[in-house]
C-alpha cells in the first residue's frame, strides 16, 4: 500500500537541509516499526518520496511525502506511530491512503504559496506597496540571471521568471515590514529570485530584507484552479 501523508517543518528545524529531512523520516520510520518497502539492487533504499526541497531556514505547514508499505496499516495508526518518532519541529498533520500507481509528488505539484515577511527599513503606505507590486507584475518580461553547471562547468544564464509568478498579494503591513503572499510555480522560480529581481528593477528597494519564509500551500495548477495533492 502507498500513504500519502501532509507534515510541517517548523522553526526548530528550519535550518536543516532536505537530505537531512529524508534521514529523519528514515530513522522515525524505522523506529515506529512501520512495514516500509525497500528498493532493489545492491543498496535497498525506503521506499520513500517528497516534494521539492525546502530551501535551508524556511518553515513549512505543507509539505508532503509518499511513503510505501508492505502490508495495510490504518492512516491514523500510521500517523500516531510516525508522529510519536519524530522529533520536535515535524508533525504529520494528515494521512491518506493513495492508488500506488498514483503519480509521484514532484510530478503533478506545480505551485506554491509562500507568506515572506519583509523589512523595509523605511515606512511604505499601502498604496505606495501596491502601486510597486502591480508595476512589477505588468512587465511582460522579468530576467534574472541563473547559475548553471554543465559537464562541471558553471555558466550563467538569462532567464525570464515572469511566467512563473502567479500572483503577489500584500496581507498585512506594520511601520517598517510588511507580508507579502507569493504564489509561484513550485519549481521554476524560488522567493529570493523574485526579491533579487525586484533589487534589479527598482533600486530603491535594495534595502528590502526577507525576515522569514513560510511556505503554506503546495498544489496542483490545473489552468486557473488549484487542487490538493489529496485530490
Known amino acids: ?83 510519536d518518532n519524530l522529533p520536535k519541529g515535524f508533525y504529520i498533520l494528515e494521512a491518506r491512503e493513495v492508488e500506488d500507481d498514483i503519480m ?30 502591480d508595476n512589477f507584475l505588468n512587465m511582460d518580461n522579468i530576467i534574472i540571471k541563473k547559475e548553471k553547471k554543465k559537464r562541471g562547468k558553471k555558466y550563467s544564464k538569462n532567464v525570464n521568471i515572469r511566467p512563473f509568478i502567479y500572483s503577489l ?16 510555480h513550485a519549481a521554476r522560480v524560488s522567493v529570493g529570485q523574485v526579491i533579487q529581481a525586484l533589487k534589479q528593477w527598482d533600486d530603491k528597494l535594495n534595502n528590502w530584507e526577507m525576515e522569514k519564509v513560510h511556505r503554506k500551500g503546495l498544489f496542483i495548477k490545473k489552468n486557473s484552479e488549484l487542487f490538493s495533492p489529496f485530490d
Open 1 to 83: 500500500m502507498l500513504i500519502r501523508a501532509k507534515f510541517t517543518k517548523e522553526e526548530p528545524v528550519r535550518f536543516i537541509s532536505h537530505l537531512d529531512v529524508v534521514r529523519v523520516f528514515d530513522r522515525a520510520v524505522r523506529r515506529a516499526s512501520l512495514p516500509i518497502a525497500f528498493s532493489g539492487g545492491f543498496n535497498p533504499r525506503p521506499q520513500m518520496g517528497f516534494t521539492f526541497p525546502l530551501p535551508v531556514g524556511v518553515t513549512s505547514s505543507s509539505e508532503y511525502v509518499d511513503i510505501k508499505l508492505t502490508e495495510y496499516i490504518s492512516p491514523e495508526v500510521f500517523k500516531k506511530k510516525l508522529n
Open 104 to 133: 509521484p509528488l514532484m510530478s503533478v505539484i506545480n505551485t506554491a504559496v509562500y507568506d515572506v515577511v519583509i523589512k523595509t527599513g523605511v515606512k511604505y503606505d499601502e498604496r505606495t506597496l501596491h502601486f510597486i507590486f
Open 169 to 184: 498579494k500584500i496581507l498585512s503591513r506594520e511601520y517598517d515590514k510588511f507580508i507579502l503572499e507569493m504564489k509561484l
